[in-house]
Each structure stands twice: as structure tokens, then as C-alpha cells.
């Protein structure tokens, strides 16, 4: 079993060389959307044609139903109609054969289809938090997981430099103590980030959201992970919809005076209001209908905006970067 536990990091069984990064246990003083796409190819190595990030996935569709609540609080056509939309449930990390039993992030995206062409988009993870405060630690962080795997580091650097960034290592430690869920539509999702919304009142109104399974959450045991071939969560998602649609509550957590906007590796307290704004409804999956989109978060609708929360800012040019090598077969 996959013991590394960082996003895209447990992905790092290597059979090529590159050059090597320097060890430091200091984050490095910058981070492109480039130096991203760089090391996940060091990481994972090169599969042209797919997704530089959340290599490993299946599309799904489905519709979106608002909440009275939602229309009646916040001024945004998200929330107007009932609306259809495309997913896709993903494997974090390049490699498109990943370990679905691994101890590892996992996505779920989703773009709505609103009237009048608009589009709004969404991606998160298994994870409450993310990787770092900002992405110089997320990358800092990469370069170490690299380097071990090159043999050019140790599991000591490793350690010291979580200590010297102890934001960096919030997502791992809670991989460790949290069992990967039994298929994909059984785990809770979180956005991570800090978005805006308009209230009915013109005020604007900083939440997070999460995606809950209404049917809860189920966990593989340790028993099965160490039984289970390499692939078979998008088998368990298609059987799982023999049975009829699967639904999730969409959660939105209003933030309060205070409360951290943009550092995602930090989480909100549980006490803070918390708005069930609707129904994701999941009908069927398989087929190709989500590869050409570009689940990129920062593409929202009117009524939304998004905060200066420097992770989801650069996810824009690396989305793109990505988007556009993979359209290309690179
Ligand atoms: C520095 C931070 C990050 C970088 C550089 C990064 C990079 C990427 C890249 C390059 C892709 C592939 C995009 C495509 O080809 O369409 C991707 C996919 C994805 N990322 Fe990130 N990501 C980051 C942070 C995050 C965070 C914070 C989340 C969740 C809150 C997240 C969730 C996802 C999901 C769910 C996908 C799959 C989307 C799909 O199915 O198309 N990522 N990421």
C-alpha cells in the first residue's frame, strides 16, 4: 500500500530520470503554473494526451436542483433553475494508472449548465484542507517527494522541512488518519478555497462548500485495500447507478468575521452557519462528455467571485496549460 500521502505526491514510482532540484527545507521564493506541470511530469511521468493533474478519472452526468433556502438568500442564477450538469470523479496526481486504494486525494468537478449559456465550475477534494498556505510550500513539497524518490533525499529532509512548513503537511496527516472512501460517490468533497456570493440584501458573503453523499459516507477497510486491484472505482460507480440515481447535499459554510479567507490549509470551525443549497443528482457515467472541459474553479457564474487565495489563483494558468497540451496529444 502507498504510504506517501500529499496530493499528486504517492504518485512518484519512477522509471526516468530528470535533473535534480535542489533539497531545501525552505519553500521556494516563487511558483509558476509552469513549475507545476514540470514536476507532476517528474512525478508521474510524461502521458500525452491527459490531464497533467487528476491524470486518473471518469466522466459522469446528472442535474442540479437549488434549495428554496439558496434562492431566497443569495443573488446568483446558480441558483434560478434546476440545471444538468457534467462531472468527473478523479484519482489526485499525472498518473493515469494510480492506486484507487491509495491513501490519497481523490476529486469530484462539476460544471453547471445554466440558462442563457452561462457555465459554472467547480472541483474539489477528499480532503478538507490543502497542502500548503500558499503554492511555493505545495511546490517546495513536490520537489522534496521528487528528490526522495531520485534518491537524492531522505524521509529526513522530508520531515524537516513539514516542520519548517507545518502548513504543508495538514493535508498528509489527515490521509493518515482518514481511510480512502469505498467507491467514489460514498465520500464528502470540499472546495477548499474561499468564494464570494451576493446576498438577496447586496452584500457580499465569503463561504467554502462541501459536497455530502446523502446516503453518507462508506470507508475501505484496511483488509480491502490491500485486496483490491489497482482500478475499480469507476466499475463500483456504474453499478452503484444500476440501482438509481446518486444524490449529495451541497453544503455551503458561511464565514465569519475573522476566519481565515486565503489560506486553504486551514479549515473553518464547524460552527459556522451552514446552508444546504441543493441536490446534485447523478444518473449516469462513463463516455467522454467531460474530457474536452476544463473544470478550472475560477470560471464562476454572476452572483460568485472568487478570493485572492493565491492556490486557487494559479490553478487558472496551470488548467490552462494543461487544457491546451492535452488538446494538442502533448
Ligand atoms: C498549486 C495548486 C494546484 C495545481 C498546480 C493544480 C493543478 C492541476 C492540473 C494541472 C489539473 C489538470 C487540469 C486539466 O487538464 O483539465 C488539475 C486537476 C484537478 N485539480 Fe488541481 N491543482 C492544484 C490545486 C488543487 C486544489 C486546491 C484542488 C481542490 C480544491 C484541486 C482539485 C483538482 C481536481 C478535482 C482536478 C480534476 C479536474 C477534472 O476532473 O478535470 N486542485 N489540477
Redesign the pocket.
Known amino acids: 500500500m502507498q504510504t506517501t500521502t500529499t496530493?499528486i505526491a504517492l504518485l512518484s514510482a519512477l522509471s526516468f530520470s530528470a535533473a535534480a532540484q535542489q533539497v531545501s527545507i525552505q519553500a521556494p521564493q516563487s511558483?509558476t503554473?509552469n513549475d507545476?506541470?514540470e514536476v507532476?511530469k517528474q512525478l508521474s511521468g510524461e502521458h500525452p494526451g491527459v490531464?497533467?493533474?487528476?491524470a486518473k478519472?471518469v466522466c459522469a452526468l446528472g442535474s442540479f436542483e437549488p434549495s428554496a433556502t439558496a434562492q431566497a438568500r443569495f443573488d446568483t442564477p446558480l441558483f434560478s433553475d434546476q440545471a444538468p450538469i457534467t462531472l468527473?470523479?478523479?484519482m489526485?496526481g499525472g498518473n493515469p494508472n494510480a492506486d484507487e486504494a491509495a491513501n490519497a486525494p481523490r476529486?469530484?468537478?462539476v460544471m453547471f449548465d445554466l440558462d442563457n449559456n452561462r457555465q459554472h465550475k467547480i472541483?474539489?477534494?477528499t480532503t478538507p484542507m490543502?497542502a500548503?498556505k500558499n503554492?511555493e510550500q505545495?511546490?517546495g513539497l513536490l520537489r522534496i517527494n521528487y528528490a526522495i524518490a531520485q534518491g537524492e533525499a531522505t524521509s529526513a529532509d522530508r520531515k524537516a522541512y513539514l516542520e519548517a512548513n507545518p502548513e504543508a503537511a495538514r493535508q498528509g496527516e489527515w490521509l493518515q488518519s482518514h481511510q480512502p472512501a469505498a467507491e467514489y460517490t460514498s465520500a464528502n468533497y470540499?472546495?477548499?478555497?474561499t468564494f464570494y456570493t451576493t446576498l438577496t440584501n447586496g452584500e457580499l458573503q465569503a463561504f467554502r462548500w462541501t459536497l455530502v453523499p446523502k446516503a453518507g459516507e462508506t470507508l475501505l477497510t484496511e483488509q480491502e485495500q490491500k485486496n483490491l486491484p489497482k482500478s475499480f472505482l469507476a466499475k463500483r460507480l456504474s453499478e452503484r447507478l444500476k440501482d438509481g440515481p446518486v444524490e449529495y447535499e451541497w453544503h455551503w459554510q458561511l464565514a465569519k468575521e475573522g476566519d481565515p479567507i486565503n489560506d486553504?490549509s486551514q479549515v473553518w470551525p464547524k460552527d459556522r452557519e451552514t446552508i444546504n443549497v441543493g441536490t446534485l443528482k447523478i444518473t449516469e457515467s462513463g463516455g467522454e462528455s467531460?474530457t474536452p472541459?476544463?473544470?478550472?474553479?475560477n470560471q464562476v457564474t454572476d452572483g460568485i467571485s472568487t478570493s485572492q487565495d493565491p492556490?486557487?489563483q494559479?490553478?487558472s494558468p496551470?488548467?490552462a496549460?494543461?487544457?491546451g497540451k492535452?488538446l494538442q496529444g502533448q
Open positions: 496530493y511558483a503554473a507545476f506541470i507532476f490531464r497533467k493533474g487528476h478519472g468527473r470523479f478523479s489526485g476529486g469530484m468537478a472541483a474539489g477534494l490543502f500548503g503554492p505545495f511546490l470540499f472546495g477548499i478555497h486553504p467531460c472541459i476544463n473544470f478550472d474553479p492556490v486557487l494559479i490553478r496551470a488548467y496549460i494543461s487544457y492535452r
